[in-house]
């Protein structure tokens, strides 16, 4: 599989593959998972030549990670790229008290606390370590402190500010102790992304469903401001909850919701585009986000075989630039959107 080598602001270099792995789903989100399952997920993404894994202790607090270990247990450390977050320490509780009782099923009973302070972060990535089995990480990100977490921009702000007195000084010993190569942030908005690289030198962001076929609003001041400074942009949620993967069938969802009637519309009109070429639109969804000159890597979040190899072949067919030509003269994506292809 194709490799970017990306180099941070900080000077790291980072050989990413163009599409990485996520493990929300490994942590058994939505559904409990055998072992099997996941581990036959990861066994297909390396075949597959996949090198990169995103993690977090969120992702069936703590699971995920322990997954990870036993995985790439027996793997040479410098042939893959690995991420984790911090933001939250898990903290034992009565099974009845865990985060997450309708989103992960059959994990460990903890529950998530908010830290983005300098011993946080720090306890944060020692937890982490320890449930990995490793002494160093590639890539830190900061989870989750935006909007749609937090409630509000004075909370979100409150946290980005205990996050610069302290935290942001954790990652920087991290970085400059070897422990990490390159820091940034995990969130669901690419407006926090701006109020965080206003106020500090990050090097990459991970960004859910801001920059899709039906999402490219981060094209106006956002991307361009990473292209021009260097820093990297890790896409997930390419597929924008799944409307972009099964198209606007009854019941599709947009951004964690029933997509309304004008996305529903605004799919049906891409996804004929797509058909005129002999393509799959999930094809189109995820190669879309990769033409972009900041875009370091595209995720996919399988967590069985199938799904990950269904991304593969995805990754692997041919677009020709006639569809994105098409879909920019029939205003269905913006005109400036491929960029650097």
Not at 221 to 242: D, H, K, Q, W
């Amino acid at each position: 599989m194709h490799r970017k080598i990306f180099t941070a602001p900080s000077g790291a270099q980072i050989p990413f593959t163009q599409l990485g792995l996520g493990t929300a789903a490994i942590g058994n989100l939505y559904r409990a998972r055998t072992d099997e399952e996941t581990d036959g997920a990861f066994a297909v993404a390396w075949e597959a030549g996949i090198r990169y894994f995103d993690t977090a202790p969120l992702y069936g607090l703590g699971l995920a990670e322990t997954r990870l270990n036993r995985f790439l247990r027996d793997k040479p450390r410098d042939d893959y790229v690995l991420s984790t977050k911090v933001g939250r320490l898990l903290e034992p509780c009565a099974p009845d008290e865990r985060t997450g009782l309708d989103r992960f099923f059959d994990t460990p009973s903890r529950r998530e606390v908010f830290d983005y302070s300098y011993d946080g972060v720090m306890r944060s990535i020692a937890f982490s370590l320890e449930r990995l089995g490793l002494d160093r990480i590639d890539i830190l990100y900061v989870h989750d402190i935006d909007l749609s977490n937090h409630g509000s921009v004075e909370r979100r702000d409150a946290h980005i500010d205990t996050l610069m007195a302290g935290g942001y000084r954790a990652l920087s010993e991290l970085r400059d102790q070897k422990v990490i190569k390159a820091f940034g942030a995990g969130v669901n908005d690419w407006q926090t992304c701006e109020v965080l690289a206003a106020r500090g030198d990050f090097d990459l962001f991970l960004l859910a469903g801001q920059y899709s076929l039906l999402r490219q609003e981060s094209l106006k001041t956002f991307l361009p401001m990473c292209e021009a400074r260097g820093i990297g942009i890790v896409l997930g949620g390419v597929f924008n909850s799944g409307i972009l993967a099964t198209g606007a069938v009854e019941g599709a969802m947009f951004d964690y919701y029933p997509a309304p009637p004008e996305i529903l519309e605004r799919v049906r009109r891409i996804e004929a585009v797509v058909k005129r070429h002999g393509l799959k639109l999930a094809d189109a969804a995820l190669r879309f986000p990769i033409g972009h000159p900041a875009v370091a890597c595209v995720m996919t979040g399988g967590a069985a075989r199938r799904e990950v190899e269904q991304a593969v072949a995805s990754l692997q067919t041919d677009i020709p630039d006639a569809l994105w030509r098409e879909l920019a003269a029939e205003k269905l994506i913006a005109p400036e959107a491929r960029l650097g292809l």
